[in-house]
């Protein structure tokens, strides 16, 4: 009977430890929130495993019109900081209900600092863009090096004790950058054509990256109109173009309708997949080869 007490006892008593430091060790956890998966990527590479990272749009979902939930409202507001795109719809709209729901949190513009692209301000569904900025930064590899440097500063604020480690891991990631930029130039070093269409402009910082030419469809937002589109189909023919470039998350029947006209193929991609570096390797292998292919 007392060694059954004891074990018990033992037992408990274990249990209680251990619950103490991962409570101790969880206090220690800085938790951040971002918008994409493929922040949560290049988060990763410079905080390794110091901080939780919270992710608020789903990878499926729509990021230019998503709403987060009552359930990711709370989770935001147990995080340190927010680091954002800078110029993402879903963030200007949002973004300041998140921050009134945490007013102690942080917010990091990871866009400081890069040479942003303008666009048209249009209607794009129910929302508008409304700075007028190409918001897609992400799809471009000297555009996340910024971004790397303005997250690196980020953590070092909300946690300077791991500021060296931080630094060490940032360093690593520039190599690796340095390589990812040095692959994809050499993909596109004897294409034939520099040209390529796409639905939603989405490539534009990847295009200036490498001296390439981004075609898009869509017209302010909207389908384009007939004396748009007679125009792309004689830039299609005119640049040898036979595929169009579409994001997993729009719907593929007005693609497929123009691509059907200038008798092209639709080809897709997720821009916000979770690992960056290949789903930008991809993205690149996929350009690069569409300009090989003759209609």
């Given at each position: 009977?007392?060694?059954s007490?004891?074990?018990?006892?033992l037992?408990?008593?274990?249990?209680?430890?251990?619950?103490?430091?991962?409570s101790?060790i969880?206090?220690?956890?800085?938790t951040?929130t971002?918008?994409?998966?493929?922040?949560k990527?290049?988060?990763?590479?410079?905080?390794?495993?110091?901080?939780?990272?919270?992710?608020?749009v789903?990878?499926?979902a729509?990021h230019?019109?998503?709403?987060?939930?009552?359930?990711?409202?709370?989770?935001?507001?147990n995080?340190?900081?927010?680091?954002?795109?800078?110029h993402?719809?879903?963030?200007?709209?949002?973004?300041?209900?998140?921050?009134?729901?945490?007013?102690?949190?942080?917010?990091?513009?990871?866009?400081?600092?890069?040479?942003?692209?303008?666009a048209?301000?249009?209607?794009?569904?129910?929302?508008t863009?409304?700075?007028?900025?190409d918001?897609?930064?992400?799809?471009s590899?000297?555009?996340?090096?910024?971004?790397?440097?303005?997250?690196?500063?980020?953590?070092?604020?909300?946690?300077?004790?791991?500021?060296?480690?931080?630094?060490?891991?940032?360093?690593k990631?520039?190599?690796?950058?340095?390589?990812?930029?040095?692959?994809?130039?050499r993909?596109?070093?004897?294409?034939?054509?520099?040209?390529f269409?796409?639905?939603?402009?989405?490539?534009?910082?990847?295009?200036?990256?490498?001296?390439?030419?981004?075609?898009?469809?869509?017209?302010?937002g909207k389908?384009?109109?007939?004396?748009?589109?007679?125009?792309?189909?004689?830039?299609?023919e005119?640049k040898?173009?036979?595929?169009?470039?579409i994001?997993?998350?729009?719907?593929k029947?007005?693609?497929?309708?123009?691509?059907?006209?200038?008798?092209?193929?639709?080809?897709e991609?997720?821009?916000?997949?979770?690992?960056?570096?290949?789903?930008?390797?991809?993205?690149?292998?996929k350009?690069?080869e569409?300009?090989?292919?003759?209609?």
């Amino acid at each position: 009977m007392r060694r059954s007490l004891y074990l018990f006892s033992l037992i408990f008593t274990i249990g209680f430890l251990s619950c103490q430091q991962s409570s101790n060790i969880n206090k220690d956890i800085k938790t951040i929130t971002v918008s994409i998966l493929p922040q949560k990527f290049i988060v990763t590479q410079i905080s390794g495993e110091q901080v939780k990272i919270n992710v608020l749009v789903p990878e499926d979902a729509n990021h230019e019109t998503y709403e987060p939930t009552a359930a990711q409202m709370v989770e935001v507001g147990n995080s340190q900081a927010y680091f954002s795109l800078g110029h993402l719809d879903f963030e200007n709209s949002w973004l300041n209900k998140l921050h009134q729901s945490n007013p102690e949190m942080k917010i990091f513009d990871t866009s400081t600092g890069i040479d942003l692209i303008a666009a048209e301000e249009h209607e794009h569904g129910d929302h508008t863009h409304q700075s007028g900025i190409d918001p897609h930064i992400w799809l471009s590899v000297s555009a996340v090096r910024i971004q790397a440097e303005n997250i690196l500063e980020g953590l070092k604020v909300i946690d300077s004790v791991n500021g060296k480690y931080y630094e060490a891991n940032y360093q690593k990631f520039m190599l690796t950058l340095d390589s990812l930029d040095a692959e994809i130039h050499r993909l596109f070093e004897s294409i034939p054509s520099r040209s390529f269409m796409i639905y939603h402009p989405s490539l534009g910082y990847f295009a200036r990256d490498y001296q390439l030419e981004q075609i898009a469809i869509e017209q302010e937002g909207k389908d384009p109109s007939p004396a748009y589109m007679k125009n792309l189909i004689d830039l299609a023919e005119a640049k040898n173009i036979s595929t169009i470039f579409i994001s997993s998350q729009f719907s593929k029947q007005s693609a497929l309708t123009i691509a059907e006209q200038i008798h092209a193929k639709v080809e897709e991609f997720n821009p916000t997949a979770p690992d960056w570096i290949n789903n930008m390797k991809s993205i690149a292998g996929k350009l690069a080869e569409s300009t090989h292919e003759t209609k």
